[in-house]
């Protein structure tokens, strides 16, 4: 799709270009999709080691005040989207403390088991906001009021990367070792399937390391994030 994308966006500037008379035709015209022999990359290299995410939380939770640090610590703790963490899925009303799991409750039947260390940030979290109700978000400048918009995450991840003395990657690579983890620690793929919140195993298979079949319970949640 992002090739498709890129294509599109191509045919539109050498379009503009040829009615202007700079290029004689549109090149990119001539360029078949279905020829090119397009695969995955092995990315497996890019995402966070073991020892990036513990000298990177070694760096966020020196800063307690900073609620995009508190942001990082759940993605190295659960598999979620920057976004799911930033305003789509966690607002205080899909945070279900009592079963220990949080998701979207209300709209889908998707139940992301807690580590007791989310729990616990979660629990601390709550006990920041003066005025938190169901509706309000998790993560925000404004008490609950607005989500936590997209570009200061990215620069303070630049921020703390540099301050742990480590390869800057993005907070997707975060959800990427998250996955890859539960792999590892031997959660069968259905159950990865359910908790990343992948429509369809495909997607899956591209976090994909070899693990061994087994169920994932609380105490296996703690086990991988704690």
């Not at 298979?205 to 994932?216: E, T």
Request: proline share 4%.
């Amino acid at each position: 799709q992002t090739i498709k994308n890129l294509k599109t966006i191509t045919n539109y500037v050498f379009d503009w270009a040829v009615n202007n008379d700079i290029v004689p035709y549109n090149v990119s015209r001539q360029v078949n999709l279905k020829d090119l022999n397009l695969r995955d990359e092995d990315n497996y290299e890019e995402i966070y080691s073991d020892e990036e995410r513990k000298k990177l939380l070694k760096v966020v939770l020196n800063h307690p005040e900073d609620v995009i640090a508190r942001m990082f610590v759940i993605l190295f703790c659960m598999p979620l989207r920057l976004g799911e963490v930033r305003s789509i899925t966690i607002k205080w009303s899909d945070v279900d403390f009592e079963n220990h799991t949080t998701g979207k409750r209300k709209k889908c039947n998707r139940h992301i088991p807690l580590s007791k260390t989310a729990e616990d940030l979660f629990r601390r979290e709550y006990e920041l906001r003066t005025n938190a109700n169901e509706d309000s978000f998790v993560f925000s400048f404004t008490n609950g009021l607005n989500p936590v918009s997209e570009s200061p995450v990215y620069r303070h991840l630049h921020k703390f990367c540099g301050e742990a003395d480590i390869t800057y990657r993005t907070p997707h690579k975060m959800r990427f070792w998250a996955v890859t983890k539960m792999y590892e620690a031997g959660v069968d793929q259905a159950r990865i399937q359910y908790t990343a919140g992948h429509a369809c195993p495909s997607t899956t298979d591209h976090y994909k390391r070899p693990s061994r079949l087994g169920l994932i319970t609380t105490m296996k949640i703690n086990e991988i994030f704690n």
